[in-house]
Every structure is written in structure tokens, then in C-alpha cells.
């Protein structure tokens, strides 16, 4: 089949990797052909727009954002929205043959790509797909990046109709399933189907830890938990710092460790000392090389929110070997998951005491290597994406 890709993330750096791009590349292993329309809101406004370039095989058309700059942030990102979609529409419409493609892949939020969705439908392309992570723009306003009232309303009620052009909706859970059947108006014609995240479920090679400690100027006479990815809203850092603060009172010997950047980094760069360090985004080779020299890793969402989440740091962890301590949110299937296949602890939410204990105990027991290789086997390899996106 040919399947056209619109996304907002798609790594082309030599040694870079996402599940965008892991995706394509596992569809073109089947035999498919894959191109991309990469919306990329990370690059900056005054780079080149409409790159079109050849990755391993796969066409990838590159939209730089436009905004409005000089205005308060809501008015920044609500024109960041307008101007980027519009432009990405014109490039759609321009650089592919819509009449190529059998299959359309989009991810949440819909909105993202509002101005090419009904010009997708209208060419012909009668499968339609979009995966949600994160159920936009209800979890964005609980954790506090959509403001309520007018926005809320207007941006759902967007968000809503969007997602009507789709014909099957893809969620990360069975219980994310339901609360879309439940908060949202869904088609009859529509299906909804499940596809846990994903990555190439290669293990890491173990590593020299002394060596990777000292490469990192990290204590190498003492256990590391990490949290390596973007620091931003929604990643439940004050409760990693809560049991950190815990460790330090009691004497643990437990050290937090942060990677990566993001709108939250000053905060966590001003929190590092005593038993909490931070350390800047490294390449994915080496960025997998540094968890390997660490004894757990740490995922946590936010209290408050409705909707169910598998942190996109797990496959990571469990690449790299490492145990899973995780506070997310009560009755998750991904808390039942990382104990059905022994490769982790949840703890409830705002429990910094238990947070830790588990963190201390997961550092200290026995290895999980050979139980995380099967888990990612069983459940995060990217084939399940690739039966979710055919079937």
C-alpha cells in the first residue's frame, strides 16, 4: 500500500529515532511505500520551508512553522496553529499526488492539521487514520496548557469535527478506547482500535558503567533512578523531586537523575543539588549508552487527569534494561502491565514515600534484562503499529 504520513515529529539525524519514523521505516520493511509531510514545530520560524528530502528510502516534505511574534503566549500558539496549518496545507495540496495513496496517518491532535484533512478526504483516500496519545484538547486543559472556557470550547468542538473525517481512531490503551467512545461523538462507520507505543524493541548492549559514569561525571559509587526526555508540563515532576527531597532527609543513597531540556529545565537545573542532578539532552546512542549506566528508570503523569497514559519513556528503560518505578494514575493498565511482565513498580499518586521505596527496591533487586526483552517483544514492538495501521 502507499501511505501518506502527516506529523509534527519526524527525526532524520543520523542516529536519531521516534515512533513517527520507526513506523515508516517498519512499513517500508513490508514492502510499502511511505512518504511524510513533517509539520515541524521544533525548528525555528526562519528556516528553510518545503525541504524536501530522501531518508533511508522515505520522501519527507519539511514544513517550517510561522507565528506571530511580539504577542502573549495563548495568541503565539493559537497563530502558530493557523499560519503553520495553513501553509502545510498549501504544501500538501502542492508537493503530492493525493491520488497516489491509499492510506492517510495523522496524530492527535487533529487539529494540528485542520486545513488539509477534508482536502485528504475529498482526494479519494478512503482510509484514514488517526493515532491519539493524548486526548486533545481535554488533557492539555488538565494539566494546565489549554486555559478553560472559550478556548476549551472552541478548540474541542474543533478537535471533534476533525476527528470525524477519520475513518478509524487508534488509542495507546483498552481504557483509552472506551473513554473515547464515551467523551467523544464517534461515527458509526468508525472503528476504534489499540496500539500500545512502540519502538524497535532492540535491546541495548550492556555497557561499561565506571566508564559511561565518568564520561558523564555522575558518582559512580551510587544507584541512579533517570528520567531522560523532554521537560515540559504533564511529566510529573514534583513528584520525582518529592521522593528525592524524601531520600535526602532519610540519608538514601538513591540519586535523582534528569535529562533533557524543555520549557520546566530551569526549574529542574535550579532544584539540582544534594541527591538530584541534571545533565543536557545527549544523542540517542548516547542518550540509551547513559540509562544503561543507570539502575532504574522513572515515569510519572499528573493527578487530575481523566485519561490513561503509557509514558513514551518506558520502551527506552526497558531497552536499556532498566526497571520502571511509575506513578500514574489509579486502575492503569500500564501499572498492571509493568507488573504482569516484572519489570517494574507503580505507586499511587502523591505518594513520595512509596515513589521512593520502590525506586530503592527496584535499584537494588535483581536484574529484569531478559523479562523487559520479552515485554517489548510481547507488547511495544513497532509490529503491533504496523498490524494496527493494515488491518
Known sequence: MRFLMACMKFPTRPGSSYLTNELALALKAEGHE????????????????????????????????????????????????????RR????????????????????????????FIDTIRRAGIERRL?????????HHREIGLVPGGPPYWIARAWEQRLMGAFTALICTLPQNAQYLRRRFRMRPEQSVRVAPIWSDATPVPPVDRAAIRRLHNLPEDRPIAVFGGQLVEGRGFEQMLAAAALGQTSGSPL????????????????????????????????YLELLGACEVGMVATVPGVTSFT????????????????????????????????????????????????????LAGGPGV??????????????RRAVEAVTA
Open 88 to 115: 502545510a496545507g498549501k504544501l500538501v495540496r502542492t508537493r503530492f499526488d493525493l491520488t497516489r495513496f491509499d492510506v492517510f496517518i495523522a496524530w492527535a491532535p487533529a487539529l494540528a492539521f485542520a486545513p
Open 310 to 361: 503509557i509514558p513514551s519513556k518506558t520502551t527506552d528503560y526497558l531497552r536499556a534494561g532498566l526497571p520502571v518505578v511509575a506513578a500514574v494514575e489509579a486502575g492503569s493498565e500500564f501499572a498492571l502491565l509493568l507488573e504482569r511482565y516484572g519489570v517494574g513498580r507503580a505507586v499511587p499518586f502523591g505518594d513520595a514515600h512509596g515513589f521512593l521505596r520502590a525506586a530503592e527496591a
Open 255 to 286: 540519586l535523582f537523575l534528569f535529562v533533557g531540556e524543555g520549557r520546566l529545565a530551569p526549574m529542574l537545573r535550579a532544584r539540582a543539588h544534594g541527591n538530584v542532578l541534571w545533565r543536557p539532552p545527549l544523542e540517542r546512542d548516547s
Open 369 to 382: 534484562r531478559h523479562a523487559a526483552k520479552i515485554c517489548l517483544d510481547e507488547v511495544f514492538h513497532v
Open 130 to 138: 488517526l493515532f491519539i496519545w493524548d486526548f486533545f484538547p481535554d
Open 34 to 85: 511511505v512518504e511524510v509531510l513533517l509539520v515541524d514545530w521544533d525548528a525555528a520560524s526562519e528556516d528553510a520551508d518545503g525541504v524536501d528530502e530522501e531518508w533511508k528510502g522515505i520522501r519527507v516534505v519539511r514544513c517550517a512553522p510561522r507565528l506571530l511574534e511580539g504577542f502573549g503566549r495563548l495568541l503565539r500558539h493559537a497563530s502558530k496553529f493557523v499560519m503553520t496549518g
